[in-house]
């Protein structure tokens, strides 16, 4: 069982923008002063910037260009519908905005299908769509692969009952807390765990500040110790920065990598770094305009792929 994974799975925007939708509850999203033309050729520069950077380190990046209808203006963060499991499962999800429920597509399996992998089994989520409830995918749930443990910040989008829901169903223990960022002088729910938290093999960034109550925070920190993980520890200004949304890869012969934003890596002092950098590489690209609009960054760009292969 690996933690992380050589292949990716990115979605090329063509309709990108500031989705109205999510914005009710996504603080990261903000006003940008470009017209919709300019907004989208920025973002497909980011975005070919990033898969270049990946390629030339030795991951395979499978690109698939989003459709002009119907509208997505969030496609390009497909982890948050799909997720994929090295016994040949995939997990749909349930979105929170009814425009993002137009980014499943069927034809994205039969592609990876194409290139030889195997998937046996679909777990299909999205009827809670239905009754109002909402899991969204590896942006909700940070899976421990190796350790079976599901970390997940309960939101609007991540719906405590289908948390223990898809723990039962794909064998995971449910590690559940809530998450919170200052917005004016309120205390606010983060809407994705994977905004403040990333679950590498040998560490995690984690903001310990957004998790206000204490019991729960004893909690999150023991499961990640018993599991040897080094916590690289990041405050709430930095996670603004985008420095809790990072995915670490395998690149070729076996090379680990963590992927950010540059933004993200801006904000990190040297210390954190060298926390880091003593089990991977660092890999970072601008995502500004990614970052403005959409309200998410480097992580929620790149669904991993952990499907079996068919062996040549």
């Not at 998450?179 to 984690?206: P, W």
């Not at 080094?230 to 603004?240: F, K």
């Amino acid at each position: 069982m690996m933690q992380i994974s050589n292949t990716i799975l990115m979605i090329r925007p063509v309709n990108f923008r500031k989705n109205e939708q999510t914005a009710v509850n996504n603080y990261f999203q903000e006003d940008i002063n470009l017209d919709n033309k300019t907004v989208i050729k920025n973002a497909q520069k980011e975005f070919d910037a990033l898969v270049e950077i990946l390629r030339a380190k030795g991951v395979n990046v499978i690109v698939v260009e989003d459709t002009k209808t119907p509208d997505t203006p969030d496609s390009i963060f497909p982890n948050n519908w799909i997720s994929f499991h090295s016994n040949g499962t995939v997990g749909l999800y349930p979105m929170f905005a009814e425009n993002r429920r137009n980014e499943r597509r069927e034809d994205i399996l039969n592609t990876l299908e194409e290139q030889g992998f195997i998937i046996e089994n679909v777990m299909d989520y999205t009827s809670a769509e239905e009754d109002n409830l909402f899991l969204e995918g590896t942006g909700s749930l940070l899976l421990d692969r190796v350790n079976k443990k599901a970390y997940c910040a309960l939101s609007d989008r991540a719906n405590e009952e289908l948390i223990i829901e898809f723990c039962e169903d794909f064998d995971y223990l449910p590690v559940i807390f809530n998450a919170y960022q200052s917005v004016g002088d309120k205390r606010m729910l983060i809407y994705h765990t994977n905004v403040m938290m990333c679950l590498a093999e040998d560490f995690a960034v984690i903001c310990l500040d957004s998790i206000d109550d204490k019991k729960e925070l004893k909690n999150v920190v023991k499961h990640l110790k018993e599991n040897d993980k080094e916590l690289v520890v990041i405050s709430e200004e930095q996670i603004h920065h985008f420095a809790g949304n990072m995915l670490q890869v395998l690149g070729a012969n076996d090379k680990r990598y963590l992927v950010m934003s540059s933004a993200a890596y801006n904000s990190l002092n040297s210390a954190q770094i060298n926390s880091i950098e003593k089990y991977c590489e660092i890999l970072h690209s601008s995502l500004k305009t990614i970052e403005t609009c959409g309200g998410g960054s480097a992580r929620c760009m790149m669904a991993e792929v952990f499907l079996p292969q068919v062996l040549d």
